[in-house]
């Protein structure tokens, strides 16, 4: 009779269920090297503990006599492997979960497999973990795998590691072979980022250490495992301090509802709290919190919930609800531990996507060092292989809203996807930033600020004056394309009728007040963040703005609409294709970013993002300069800015 059956003959199920419901969950791992006993401590803890109903037990009983690993003693093993490859070879190959319960906690057991080619298993299993198990063989110690899978454990942020050193029925049970290898694990443990390790003496075939504490070693005084997993404290492991909800769905059911759901990463939420939307930085407060058992007035994470806020914002999925006062950094570029999953090696020239909580982006990504397992010292790496560990350049498309791992699993986790297999072939933990000054979003701070706000002199005051309205005219466009030319041409033209017109020139500004700035996905965001600043006060002081500029990203150039103001914004895209780009290049930039001496070169080793309903297109490989400050013009005087 199973545990579980005893306790239903004591008391009525719904009291069980009850009483079952409120218990806390510890999800936990056991890892290792190959044949270090993995599978055969979760198979006597469910034994030992009561929790396999007597068909299971039959029927492994039987299976323990066919396969014959043990003997004809009753392989406990064969409880997890359940592949037949696994059964017939005598390893894990895939990630097994089980489930058992004892009087003081619920448990959820990832056995995952002990091989090198498997590791990315083992990934997988402890992504989701808060305690490891790390297996130590007593007759050969801690091992290559051993240390892989440790180090592992670190990166994905499990702060409880239980290092059991088992088969010590195999060494006569002997206290100098366990301090040894004590030691000897000790001593790599101590370059890794885990605060709790935890020693124990087990022999998982024999039972010594498990559930009850083993005669065989008197002279550990320690406790068996259970009563380890029963009492290790994991109630702080949670991060209830900075609240964050992705958004997943936003509800809709009648004209008098509008919630927004998804479960929260991390922290807490009130009724009546302030909260921020990213990307747009917009603030509100929390209206109600719904959830499946009603109406809350405060919810944690992880729990599921929906939000309805007090204003009417635009929120949409991918969006993510955070705190006012200790908002996620923002951006597209960040750093991170890389771990290969897949046996297609990275591809430098290939295509990949991040999926970063409910958000997925193009991205691009740069190895700056390998990391050995062995010794956890750097090395030098052109490309990463299978399992293989490495610190890399992330750059996203569209910016992120993101924490450090350590301090945010949730909102600190990724996965990186091949673009042409749809295979997920690494995942990621984002490493802390340098330290950030001011906000963490600067085109909050422009969007925000409301310009001449003491100007004695009004808009229209300006316009009378100037005859012109004010308006930014953003013309994006691969190099080569003829921005400048047809920015200067459009510049003369207006001056000629009398208006008022100013060109920014993106390499003229390079090399004035975007000096400081180079070419990742976070400097060309703030670069054009900085040129419509500028834009922006032309536009206040009733001027009109010409930008040159590549602009290559499709969320920035939204900002800058967004910051400018849709009715004085003008995106014209000259759409010259690559190769007429190419044969115009008489600098031979193009020859060196194929050579890769410019690094992220939009159109050859970075994207360049085409304007999906951009204002106007002109085809600057068919038609003339002439033609296209004539098109630009024409569209001036329809929307009434220039007379």
Known sequence: MTAVETLLQNEDIHSY???NQRKELLRFLTCGSVDDGKSTLIGRLLHDTKTIYEDQLAAVKRDSVRHGTTGGDVDLALLTDGLKAEREQGITIDVAYRFFSTAKRKFII???????QYTRNMATGASTCQLAIILVD??????????????????????HLVVTINKMDLVNYSEARFNEIKNQYSEFASKLD????????????????????????????????????????????????????????????????????GSIASGRVRVGDEVMILPSSRKTRVKSIVTADGELKEAQCPMPVVLTLTDEVDISRGDILTDVENPPHFGHDFEANLVWLNEKPFDPEGAYLLKHGTRTTPVTLNILHGIDVNTLESKA????????????????????????????????????????????????????????????????IVAGHESRARSKVTAMQRQDRLRQKPCTILLTGLTGSGKATIAFELEKRLFELGKLPVVLHGLDLRRQIASD???????????LRRIGGIARILNDNGMIAICAVLAPL????????ALLGADRYLEVYLSAPLEVCKSRDQAGIYKLAEAGKIKAFPGISSPYEVPESPDLTLATHEISVAESVDQIMTMLKTRGWIE
């Not at 990832?110 to 090198?116: I, L, N």
């Not at 499709?554 to 609409?561: E, I, L, Y």
Request: net charge neutral; aromatic share 6%; charged share 20%.
């Open 517 to 527: 700035l180079g070419f990742s996905a976070d400097d060309r965001s703030e670069n």
């Open 554 to 561: 499709a969320s920035v150039r939204q900002r800058v609409k």
């Open 110 to 116: 990832a056995d995952t497999p002990g091989h090198e």
């Open 194 to 261: 885990i605060r709790d390790i935890h020693f124990i003496p087990i022999s998982a075939l024999k039972g010594d250490n498990i559930v009850e504490s083993s005669p065989h070693m008197p002279w550990y005084k320690s406790g068996p495992l259970l009563n380890h997993l029963e009492t290790v404290h994991i109630a702080s492991d949670r991060n209830l301090t900075d609240f964050r909800l992705p958004v997943q769905l936003v509800l809709r059911p009648n004209l008098n509802f509008r919630g927004f759901a």
């Open 17 to 19: 269920l009850e009483r």
């Open 381 to 444: 790496l052109d490309t990463l292989h299978l399992n293989e560990v490495a610190r890399c350049e992330m750059s996203a498309t569209t910016p992120l809203a993101f924490d450090p791992y350590k301090n945010n699993r949730s909102t600190g986790a990724f996965i990186v996807i091949d673009r042409q297999t749809s295979n997920t072939v690494a995942c990621g933990m984002i490493l802390d930033q340098d330290a950030q000054s001011g906000p963490t979003d600067p085109w909050a």
């Open 138 to 159: 007593a007759r050969h110690g801690v091992l290559p795998q051993t240390r892989r899978h440790s180090y592992i454990c670190s990166l994905l942020g499990i702060q």
